[in-house]
């Protein structure tokens, strides 16, 4: 089992790289976003790596982080979302915006995906809502709040500053973050339109 490669990249092509180990080349796919931020030809390069082996077939998949990785397994638990629809999403979504997805059970966000439908969208934020927490990385901080606000059981307070921010035009994960970090500021007891002016200036920064 090869869990990670450290390396030389050979070439890099619309869907995967050539990394050479000490003589010996690899073949490694990886979504569209890993792909873009390793180096050129000749440049080290290190990725995580996931192994498949099939009666017919050793596939290598490549990730930037070891956080990527595990979204990459964690995906393919959902029902119709195997390796190639589990890439598409990570190409599309940052672990980060994922995780935000997931929290706010935004399945239009997942959907920008190519080859997601309505469907495996759904069932993306719907099964994973509960393992997704443990996978957030960098949007942890406000992952409670956004849960609150997908499973529609927020304050009221709350519920209003975000609704409101999006009707200005702010995306729900934007208008999440501000929320959350107005109340930072407000405390948990601030009404809407203490929120909804905080975290104006929260966007505006």
Known sequence: MIGKLKGTIEEIDEDHVLIDVHGVCYVAFCSSRTLSRLGSAGEAAVLFIETYVREDQLKLFGFETA?????FRLLQSVQGVGAKVALAVLS???TSELANAIALQ?????ARAP????KVAQRIVAELKNKAPALSGDAGSTMGLKQEL????????????VSALCNLGYSRDQAANAVAAAMKTAGEDADSAKLIRLGLKELAR
Request: charged fraction near 25%; proline fraction near 7%.
């Open 67 to 71: 956080l990527e990785r595990e979204w």
């Open 92 to 94: 599309t979504l940052t």
């Open 106 to 110: 935004d399945k239009a966000m997942v």
């Open 115 to 118: 080859g997601i439908g309505p």
């Open 150 to 161: 997908g499973e529609g059981v927020a304050s009221a307070p709350i519920a209003d500053a």
